[in-house]
C-alpha cells in the first residue's frame, strides 16, 4: 500500500472519529433526533452499497481515468444533491432532526471514502508488474564466484 493511500485511510478515519465524537454532542435521543440517526444511517447503507459496486465496476472495467473521474465527480454531485435536498425537507417539515440525520449520514460517507481508497489501491497493485514489489534476489554463492572468461568454457 502507498504512503499516500494509508495517509488517506488515518485521514479518513480521523474524520470519523470526528464525526462521531460531534453526533454524541449534537444528537438528542428524542424522537426526531432517533429518526433522523436511522434515515441517516439508511441513507448512508444504501450509498456506501452503490458506491462500492459503482467503484468497483469502473476500476475493473479499466476505462480511461477521464471516465473513472466523472463517475466519482457525478456519484458525489449526485449524494451531495440528495442530502442537501433532505436536509432542507427535515428543516422544513420537523419530521426528522436534520442534524442527525446530516451527521449519521457523514459517518457513512467517510467510511464509503475509507472502502474507495481500498479499492483505488487494490486496482493500482493489480495492474503493477511481480517484479516491481521484491527486489532482486541472488545467492551469495552466486556473488562470491569468480567469472570464468575463458573463450568457450562452461
Known amino acids: 500500500m502507498t504512503r499516500t493511500a494509508k495517509t488517506g485511510l488515518v485521514l479518513v478515519g480521523g474524520f470519523v472519529a470526528i ?3 460531534a453526533s454524541v454532542a449534537f444528537i438528542e435521543l428524542d424522537g426526531k433526533g432517533v429518526l433522523g440517526a436511522i434515515i441517516g444511517g439508511g441513507l448512508g447503507l444504501v450509498n456506501l452499497a452503490l ?15 477521464r471516465t473513472a473521474m466523472a463517475m466519482f465527480v457525478g456519484g458525489f454531485l ?6 442537501a435536498v433532505l436536509i432542507v425537507l427535515f428543516q422544513r417539515t420537523g419530521i426528522a ?3 442527525a440525520f446530516a451527521l449519521t449520514f457523514l459517518v457513512f460517507f467517510f467510511v464509503y471514502l475509507f472502502v474507495e481508497v481500498l479499492l483505488v489501491e487494490r486496482s493500482l497493485d493489480a495492474e503493477k508488474p511481480p517484479e ?10 552466486e556473488v562470491d564466484k569468480p567469472l570464468d572468461q575463458t573463450p568457450g568454457a562452461k
Open 132 to 141: 516491481v514489489d521484491k527486489p532482486l534476489e541472488v545467492e551469495p554463492s
Open 51 to 65: 458506491g462500492y459496486l459503482v467503484t468497483r465496476r469502473t476500476l475493473r472495467r479499466g476505462s480511461g481515468v
Open 19 to 21: 464525526v462521531l465524537i
Open 78 to 83: 449526485a449524494r451531495l444533491i440528495v442530502v
Open 97 to 99: 432532526d436534520p442534524a
